[in-house]
């Protein structure tokens, strides 16, 4: 029978109990020993999901990011981390990386560690810093503490840790040192890793290579024969793990390496399975990651075990069976939705149904008792019957949607006038000073805003009663706005529980769930919608909230909605049509709303593409096709307006250096991006690029608790000027306001706007 194995579970637990436990501790509500015990218990239900694989993976539990635990794990913490003559806890420094300081008692604030997203998912790490100093060293306690808890229960354990290649590849040179160069020193940490596991009983470690799925260049791909080189005969078997594509051109490279194992995403690279099988030796394992842990639709039995049963036939009891990559971007239980349409629900599965698949196509290739092949056939019976039904099914398919699109003209796509004329127009309209001050749209999500709102879906309170609760707190959010004396307001989203959720409850075509919660990073989970149907928009979504915030002053207030691609990659797509059909089909939907916005009035619009950036396909040579239609869905959505009309847009922790032509076809009159965990360093690229439309960078780091100073905040506006031209600059922050209270808010933006006006005073 097929081995079955997994690449990583979901840390969160199935009711955030990982969030709850850290936000307390964070808090200093509970002390760090509550904290531990808290974590073990939600350890010991992480373990129940090994019951049934042949492997119980370790390592893939983390207190914030895997990635930081990598760091961590090879001694690799920035200095910063540390305070100087203070024997303070491992978890001390490791927050203090992650978020900028380890608790409320921690006094000083820390510059913490840059944030960008994991390949091409919505899953945020801290990204690890190099320099010519920096060295490795071993510190696997925690790893091994894990291994030895797995190992009492009598589990076969197979430690999950990150490459050593992926893992220079996914860090930052503080001072341009080459990556490559820290390769040897870094083989050293790992190479006495693999040891150590060995002599504490160890048989496989999987080491996860994701980096192999993009184009790289000789160097890295040399790199990776002397790593492998390197690191074989240490004493456990090394299973190397790519996902999220395909291995393309880097294929070769990978039969060559001295592994025991190499598991492929049989879900993105399916056409690579059988050529992989044939290239591997006799003694290798092929592992088929031949579950989606990017998505949650049912898996097709009946295409799976096509592939699978020819691969079996080779590889035999070489053959193992595993999700497409770690179930961690998927929701824990499919069996906690209620409220999902009955007609759906079967076409879906969570990452318990994800791991109950799997042992269901393991039996399926190899079937041995009348029991098995009875409960196999019945299983393999229904799979077909649902996924025959969603194939048939009325609800994904809607003729006034089709006919929409093939009505759209390419004059939809450009705005009637260019920038230079625009600004003009809607310099005169709104008056702004010079450096205007805003937010990117959300302000902070109290309890008493959660409570309401739960309280509304309960059906404790009614509608009204609702509504008046959500007009006090825009109400109270354009005060606040009003005190600190920002130029352009914003009416704070305390109706909406997430930027692309919210938006989903209001499109035919898409869902939301009750509990399906995913790590978006540390310890904020999000709910991605889910796209089942061709997707359209009934009635205003947000013109009231927004019209309502404009009658309580006299400045101009935003339009806040969520762009196309991020509703897409934010969201899990339906996979029987194209993503850019889809994608264009929201971009109708949210065109819409733009335009119903500026008929009621509102002269500022921002369209948030927070997500733009990270759909890119991780090979370079496919960008061009993303960023085309990409582009074209935001353009479709934006420019059915008015020259007078401004158009923002947002992007989140990106590097835009390679895709600034793209940026600029976008042609949004503002765009706001991160750059304080960066020190405005992303500017250079829109600099030298000559980048010609408005740009907010980011002065006030809102995934950190420290509030920032004037001084702080002047010194990157004047930095930002030297790069852009003042009168294009705008000051805000860098994300949305919603993870943060208002108690770090009000004096933050009270600086932001302080400096705003000492910088118009120079």
């Known amino acids: 029978m097929a081995k079955t194995h997994n690449l990583g579970y979901p840390r969160i637990g199935k009711n955030r109990d990982l969030k709850h436990s850290l936000e307390a501790y964070w808090n200093n ?127 076969d354990v197979k430690p999950v840790v990150i490459g050593p290649l992926t893992y220079l590849y996914l860090g930052k040179s503080l001072d341009d040192t080459n990556k490559l160069d820290l390769l040897d020193s870094l083989l050293v940490a790992y190479k006495n890793l693999l040891h150590t596991l060995a002599e504490n009983g160890v048989k496989w470690v999987q080491l996860d290579e994701p980096a192999l799925v993009t184009e790289l260049n000789a160097d890295w791909l040399s790199a990776y024969q002397h790593a492998y080189d390197t690191l074989q005969n240490s004493g456990v078997k090394i299973l190397l793990a790519s996902y999220f594509g395909s291995l393309a051109d880097n294929l070769k490279v990978v039969t060559k390496l001295p592994v025991d194992g190499v ?145 759209i003209k390419n004059e939809w796509l450009h705005r009637s006038d260019d920038y230079a004329t625009r600004i003009a127009q809607q310099q005169k309209s709104l008056k702004l000073p010079l450096y205007p001050t805003t937010t990117i749209g959300s302000f902070p999500q109290t309890s008493q805003i959660r409570k309401t709102r739960q309280a509304f879906i309960r059906k404790e309170i009614t509608q009204q009663q609702y509504e008046d609760a959500l007009k006090e707190n825009i109400a109270y959010c354009i005060e606040q706005q009003e005190q600190v004396g920002l130029d352009v307001l914003v009416h704070g989203e305390a109706e909406r529980n997430d930027m692309v959720e919210y938006f989903a409850g209001h499109l035919n075509g898409m869902l939301t769930t009750a509990y399906g919660w995913v790590q978006s990073y ?163 690229a829109f600099n030298a690029f000559n980048y010609q439309n408005d740009i907010g960078p980011g002065v006030y780091d809102i995934h950190s608790p420290n509030v920032p100073e004037v001084e702080s905040i002047t010194n990157l506006i004047t930095q930002a000027a030297s790069k852009i031209p003042a009168q294009r600059l705008w000051i805000n922050p860098d994300c949305g306001l919603k993870t943060r209270d208002w108690a770090e808010v009000r004096p933050a933006l009270t600086n932001l706007v302080a400096a705003a006006k000492a910088l118009r005073a120079q």
């Open 522 to 684: 540390g310890s904020r989970c999000v709910k991605p919608p889910i796209i089942y149907g061709d997707v359209s928009r009934s009635n205003d979504i947000t013109v009231a909230w927004t019209q309502y915030a404009q009658s309580l002053t006299q400045k101009p207030v935003k339009g806040m909605l969520t762009g196309p691609v991020t509703i897409l990659n934010w969201s899990f797509v339906r996979d029987d049509q194209p993503r850019s059909l889809t994608t264009q089909q929201i971009a109708l939907a949210v065109r819409g709303e733009v335009q119903a916005l500026e008929a009621a009035g509102t002269g500022i619009i921002q369209i948030d593409e927070a997500a733009l950036r990270e759909g890119l396909p991780l090979k370079q040579s496919q960008w061009p096709e993303y960023l085309r239609w990409a582009v074209d869905a935001f353009k479709l959505c934006s420019s059915g307006v008015r020259r007078d009309t401004q158009i923002h847009t947002h992007m989140c922790y990106s590097q835009f250096n390679d895709i600034l032509p793209d940026i600029q076809r976008m042609d949004a009159d503002v765009i706001t991006i991160e750059t304080s965990r960066s020190n405005m360093k992303l500017l250079d």
């Open 263 to 407: 598991h492929i995403d049989a879900t993105r690279a399916k056409h690579e399975v059988a050529i992989l099988a044939k290239a591997l030796n006799d003694s290798q394992v092929l592992s088929v990651g031949i579950i989606d842990g990017r998505n949650i639709w049912r898996t097709d039995f009946t295409e799976a075990l096509t592939l699978l049963n020819p691969i079996a036939q080779l590889k035999q009891d070489k053959l193992w069976l595993a999700p497409s990559c770690s179930l961690l971007h998927c929701p824990v239980d499919l069996n906690a939705e209620q409220n999902i349409h009955p007609e759906i629900l079967p076409w879906l599965a969570f990452a318990e149904q994800k791991l109950i698949e799997l042992e269901i196509l393991s039996k399926a290739l190899h079937t041995s008792s009348q029991t098995d092949q009875d409960s196999v056939q019945a299983a393999l019976a229904q799979n077909k019957r649902a996924i025959d039904q969603r194939k048939q099914s009325s609800l994904s398919t809607n003729k006034l949607v089709q006919r929409a699109l093939t009505n």
């Open 29 to 155: 509500d509970i002390a760090e020993q509550t904290l531990n015990e808290q974590v073990q218990t939600l350890r010991e239900q992480h373990y129940q999901t090994f019951t049934h694989l042949d492997f119980a993976q370790a390592g893939d539990f983390s207190l914030y990011d895997h990635v930081l635990d990598t760091s961590f794990l090879f001694g690799n913490a920035p200095a910063r981390a540390k305070r100087e003559n203070n024997n303070e806890s491992y978890l001390d420094s490791y927050f203090r990386i992650a978020r900028g300081r380890s608790s409320k008692r921690d006094c000083c604030p820390t510059h913490a560690g840059e944030m960008t997203k994991w390949f091409d998912t919505n899953y945020h790490y801290i990204v690890p810093e190099f320099s010519k100093t920096t060295t490795f060293k071993l510190y696997a306690d925690t790893l091994l503490s894990e291994v030895k808890q797995l190992q009492a229960r009598g589990l």
